[in-house]
Structure formats: structure tokens, C-alpha cells
């Protein structure tokens, strides 16, 4: 699996932004994603998921009621709309594979060392004020 992400850019505070990941694997249909983000000096963390048919989502605390995730299986593309940007979601932005699981009545979204071989370059978000 090869990950491309791109759509990164300099945004102002207030502004929005439109990522893609392009994944070359004919599995991508059956393959729950996610997207990562990771700001100087701090861990690469989960900001967004989705099933594999993108029947489910998931999305941070910090990131709620302003990113949208959502896929379009017949182009191997996942996206990320991102909206009302803040200077604190600057940061490099990663797809990659998650697991999903059923919790409660809910999905788990899971990220497993396995899936490490598949990390990107990544796509920079500078959001300025």
C-alpha cells in the first residue's frame, strides 16, 4: 500500500483546506482509514476515522464540528475537510490504515504498529492568525 497525501497549504485562522490521500491498493474499499497529524514536538495523534464503506466517522475532541472525513472508494481517495482552521491545528497530516471494531454500541478505531510500513510523506497545514 502507498499513501499520498496532498492538498496541505498556509491558511489563515478562519480559513479551510481540502486534504486527499490517494492509496494505490485495490483493498482500500475494504479498509477502515484514518487520518494523523503531527505538530512539532508533539506524538502523531488520531484526528479522524472512518469504515470502510465510510458508514461510521470519529473524530477528535479538538477537531469535532469543524473536520469532516469521508471517502470516495471508486477514486482509492480519502479526504479531510477541514474548516473554521486554528493556529493550533498546524501540523503534518497523515492517512493510514486503522483497525475498527464494534465497542458498546459504538466503533473503535484502533492504530497498530503493523500498519507503520505504510506511513507517507505527509502534507503540511501551517494555519497563521
Known amino acids: 500500500v502507498r499513501l499520498v497525501e496532498s492538498g496541505g497549504g498556509l491558511v489563515q485562522a478562519g480559513g479551510s483546506l481540502r486534504l486527499s490521500c490517494l492509496a494505490s491498493t485495490s483493498g482500500f474499499s475494504v479498509t477502515p482509514m484514518g487520518w494523523f497529524r503531527q505538530a512539532p514536538g508533539h506524538q502523531r495523534e488520531l484526528v479522524a476515522a472512518?469504515?470502510?464503506?465510510?458508514?461510521?466517522?470519529h473524530y477528535a475532541d479538538s477537531v469535532k464540528g469543524r473536520f469532516t472525513i469521508s471517502r470516495d472508494n471508486a477514486k482509492n481517495t480519502l479526504y479531510l475537510e477541514m474548516s473554521s482552521l486554528e493556529p493550533g491545528d498546524t501540523a503534518v497530516y497523515f492517512c493510514n490504515v486503522v483497525s475498527a471494531s464494534r465497542c458498546g454500541g459504538s466503533v473503535c478505531y484502533e492504530y497498530a504498529s503493523v500498519f507503520d510500513k505504510f506511513w507517507g510523506q505527509g502534507t503540511r497545514v501551517t494555519v497563521s492568525l
Open positions: 472512518t469504515t470502510a464503506d465510510g458508514g461510521n466517522v
